[in-house]
């Protein structure tokens, strides 16, 4: 699977089956620009009649202009017609002079649809349709209605940054398909980075993430540093304004967005960490709508520990996409000096000394990862529930059930944090939570960025309940 659809074969697959109905569906994707939509949606319905449309930014009366307009000249494998009205007719609408309403659009399109194989009906970035004061919702139903009356069959995809269906009043009678496309993980996204090895690999995961439309433009055969003097250090670069540009393409105000990222770039933190990074938010609760939508964009992972009560209010917060983290931690504090063409050498510099320590805030996650998809490989069972603990004694940042009903505690170290008191420190901090308490199997899973200790070595080598995990292992290449 190739380009920016790479790594999306779960969700292909499922999107299939949803066109394979044939009573119609409607499906939404959301996700990050960059994290493949329209690829996924398009290849899809490559082997059906389907026609693709982009909303623009447009007040309402000239996006059903353009959407009508390209159904009429878009549609591949499918002779979209006005359904008995002849073409004059059917740009007119009900009053003279107007675009049709969406309904009416969405009724052509449904008379329309040729016997036997259906169509498809992809709508990208169709939160400007709401935004621009139009209920999507009832046009849709309307349409899906009208092909099921005549025994027809019409899918309809919605693209969008987060998805537009929610919060909505969705009967049983849609069932939409909803898939939030978040960014790759590591292994999926290791044979499109730059490294002579695992840990190449891994540190170059670190600071280019796991968005697809940003994993198509590298060059696996240069070095790390080569890329990102080509993608990200230039100011003419691809990436060099990706972080702002795509915090100001979904809110109003970015500047308290983009101090709140500024803020979780090193790592994951709590609220009174983010309120601290905000300067001109005085009270900690005006953080709350922003993280909240953050959330939404699906920029920010909110994050409960897995012993909290139910009423908890402890939350943790971190960036979703590394590359994210890496362009706010590393690139925009000097993006300043994109004027004066000396930006890569500090960034670059600042790189070396920090590498280690950055992967190490996102190393958590990618060990997060494995062991909900590929944990059968070593522990013989994935995770049914997977994320950290952390209270009063303890801070274990990868934990959880497998499915074979054993709990596991799992370190992720970097650098110096490979020796034996890797393994001390977390036997102390599971005595200090009963998280997993009384179960049969109580499994230390040590993740390693690079081979441990000879100590470390022999220890869990003498332990039955201890497995270690390294960079090689994380990219799928034992």
Avoid at 28 to 54: I, T
Avoid at 98 to 117: H, L, N, Y
Avoid at 120 to 142: C, F, M, N, Y
Wanted: glycine letters at 10%; hydrophobic letters at 40%.
């Amino acid at each position: 699977m190739a380009g920016s659809l790479y790594g999306r074969g779960r969700e292909l697959g499922l999107l299939r089956t949803a066109l394979d109905r044939t009573e119609g569906s409607l499906s939404v994707l959301s996700g990050l620009p960059g994290a493949g939509k329209s690829s996924l949606a398009l290849a899809a319905a490559a082997e059906l009649p389907h026609a693709y449309h982009r909303v623009a930014p447009l007040p309402d009366p000239q996006q059903r202009a353009a959407f009508l307009a390209s159904l009429w000249r878009g549609a591949t494998g499918w002779r979209v017609g006005s359904g008995g009205r002849d073409r004059e007719d059917a740009e007119g609408g009900d009053t003279p002079g107007a675009p049709p309403s969406w309904q009416e659009i969405f009724s052509t399109a449904a008379a329309s649809v040729p016997e036997g194989r259906g169509a498809v009906l992809v709508l990208d970035d169709a939160h400007r349709i709401e935004s621009a004061g139009t209920r999507l919702l009832p046009a849709i139903r309307a349409g899906l209605r009208q092909a099921r009356d005549r025994q027809r069959t019409l899918h309809i995809i919605l693209g969008a940054p987060v998805d537009v269906l929610a919060g909505k009043d969705v009967d049983a009678e849609l069932t939409p398909l909803r898939l939030l496309l978040g960014p790759l993980s590591f292994r999926a996204a290791a044979p499109l980075l730059p490294g002579s090895g695992a840990l190449d690999r891994l540190r170059a995961y670190s600071v280019f993430g796991g968005l697809p439309g940003h994993l198509v433009l590298l060059d696996p055969s240069a070095s790390l540093t080569t890329n990102l003097r080509r993608l990200v250090l230039r100011s003419e670069a691809p990436l060099a304004e990706a972080g702002v540009a795509l915090v100001e393409r979904a809110a109003q105000a970015p500047s308290r967005y983009v101090a709140i990222l500024s803020a979780l770039a090193s790592g994951e933190s709590d609220w009174g960490g983010i309120h601290a990074g905000v300067a001109d938010l005085t009270a900690s609760g005006q953080v709350a709508p922003y993280l909240k939508r953050l959330a939404e964009m699906g920029l920010v992972e909110v994050r409960q520990s897995l012993d909290a009560g139910p009423r908890s209010r402890s939350r943790r917060y971190r960036i979703a996409d590394p590359f994210l983290a890496f362009w706010f931690r590393f690139v925009f504090p000097s993006r300043e000096r994109f004027a004066t063409g000396d930006v890569a050498e500090v960034v670059l510099d600042r790189l070396r000394g920090e590498l280690d320590d950055h992967l190490g805030s996102i190393l958590p996650e990618v060990c997060r990862q494995h062991m909900r998809h590929d944990a059968i490989e070593s522990l013989g069972a994935n995770a049914r529930e997977c994320g950290s603990l952390w209270g009063t004694g303890y801070d274990i940042p990868v934990a959880g059930m497998l499915a074979s009903g054993a709990a596991f505690y799992g370190s992720a170290s970097t650098g110096d944090t490979r020796g034996r008191e890797a393994l001390e420190a977390l036997d102390r901090q599971i005595r200090e939570t009963r998280y997993g308490f009384g179960r049969e199997a109580r499994l230390r899973v040590l993740f390693l960025s690079e081979a441990p200790t000879p100590a470390l070595a022999r220890e869990a080598a003498r332990r039955h309940d201890v497995r270690m995990v390294d960079a090689a292992a994380l990219a799928g290449e034992n």
